[in-house]
């Protein structure tokens, strides 16, 4: 009986305990960033539309750093490199307290993004260094637990000590535990591969995924920035509803992913893809029409759940791309998403200064559109039995020539 609630973290490693740590601390971390930041910016900053567009925008810059930052972990040991990221994201998102300007924000948005860009590929490559073989994927698992957990108590600690520490209060409290994380994975074992890293791979037989992966680049950054953001500056949604939506809306996603990736399994990706792009029509237009707050409550949560998309996006390009070409068509993705990140916020910060905000919703939805036209092409089945069939008449290779 005892060994039912036996602890399922007992069997890690002392690295990968350590690596669990710094994960817990970028858990902390956003669930004071993403509960927090909307109602700061509006009720201390006063901020406009087109102001959080170019800060925004700002912040998504370092995404494209992404080849330099796989350089430094390969030279360098990752722990170290990792350490030091967490520590320039909680100094980063500690000099909150103090802010006052637009500048301000924008600057140190800019210096916790690089650290957290920096932190992204290290976390990936040190959670499959420091699993053991047979046991990755459900090691890997359990970290992503381990940081939904830190995110879903940080929400309930900002709801609890909201009245008492304030936004300044809970930004150096993630300051310090991102700190503290980073310390932490330090101590990991330094060993690290001397393996060489291909570069980005850019390929016509990709082209299907580039295009999906930009399209929802700018759909999911255009929500990001606005949709929260609508809420607190239109709709006037207090700092306390818009903790408890967030909590909701968490707990939601965490008990809905297990479902949603036997689904793409089992429909197959272009289906789920359909069903996803179509519901995000409904959200977006609805919340370009819509006036009543907990109606608006239901779509944000809506939105967040149909991140099917990211999933059958990803199972099709496996089921595409050869081994050696799938990590750094990933990164190409990741490149694609990022020229999204960095326009979208930028262009819909305008559009509602001069437009409206209903324009970035109306703008959204007709992008849900395109994406759900484009998605009817995904075929992965189709496509390798062409190539092999060409392969059998003409001798054409079956991954295309890079373009």
């Known amino acids: 009986m005892l060994n039912r609630f036996r602890n399922p973290f007992a069997e890690w490693n002392r ?20 509960t927090l930041f909307n109602n700061f910016i509006v009720e201390r900053m006063g901020i406009e539309p087109h102001e959080l567009g170019y800060v925004e925008a700002l912040r998504e810059v370092p995404g494209f750093l992404n080849a330099l930052f796989i350089a430094l972990m390969i030279r360098l040991a990752p722990p170290l490199v990792a350490g030091v990221s967490l520590v320039v994201m909680g100094l980063g998102i500690a000099a909150y307290a103090g802010v006052t300007t637009v500048f301000a924000l924008a600057l140190y948005s800019v210096f916790w993004s690089i650290g957290f860009h920096c932190w992204i590929p290290l976390e990936q490559a040190m959670g499959l260094a420091y699993s053991p073989e047979g046991k990755k994927g459900r090691w890997l698992g359990q970290l992503r637990s381990v940081q939904s957990a830190a995110w879903l108590l940080t929400i309930g600690i900002c709801i609890l000590s909201f009245h008492l520490l304030r936004y300044e209060g809970l930004f150096v409290v993630a300051g310090i535990a991102s700190v503290l994380g980073g310390v932490a994975v330090m101590f990991a074992s330094r060993k690290h591969s ?9 390929k016509r037989r990709y082209g299907l995924y580039y295009a999906i992966h930009f399209l929802q ?16 500056k239109v709709h006037g949604m207090p700092v306390g509803t818009t903790m408890a939506l967030v909590l909701v809306n968490q707990v939601l996603v965490t008990a809905i992913a297990p479902l949603m990736g036997r689904m793409v399994d089992r429909y197959g990706e272009r289906p789920m893809l359909s069903a996803s792009y179509l519901g995000l029509m409904f959200v977006f237009f609805g919340y370009a029409v819509i006036l009543h707050r907990p109606t608006l409550y239901v779509l944000y949560c809506v939105d967040n759940l149909l991140f099917v998309g990211d999933i059958a996006l990803t199972t099709y390009l496996h089921k595409i791309a050869p081994e050696e070409d799938l990590k750094p068509t990933l990164s190409m993705g990741v490149t694609m998403n990022h ?3 960095v326009a979208a916020p930028l262009i819909g910060g305008l559009a509602w200064h001069y437009f409206g905000y209903q324009v970035i919703f109306f703008s959204g ?9 484009v998605s009817q092409w995904v075929d992965p089945e189709g496509l390798l039995r062409k190539e092999k069939e060409a392969v059998l008449t003409d001798g054409v290779p079956a991954a295309g020539p890079a373009s």
């Open 15 to 34: 690295d990968f305990r350590l690596l669990a740590c710094a994960v817990f601390s970028v858990g902390v971390f956003f669930g004071v960033q993403l």
């Open 194 to 202: 001397r393996v060489r890293e291909k570069g980005l791979v850019f």
């Open 217 to 232: 680049g700018c759909r999911r950054q255009m929500f990001l920035t606005f949709a929260i953001f609508a809420l607190v």
């Open 339 to 341: 020229f999204a990140a």
């Open 365 to 373: 939805s007709v992008l849900a559109l395109i994406s759900l036209v």
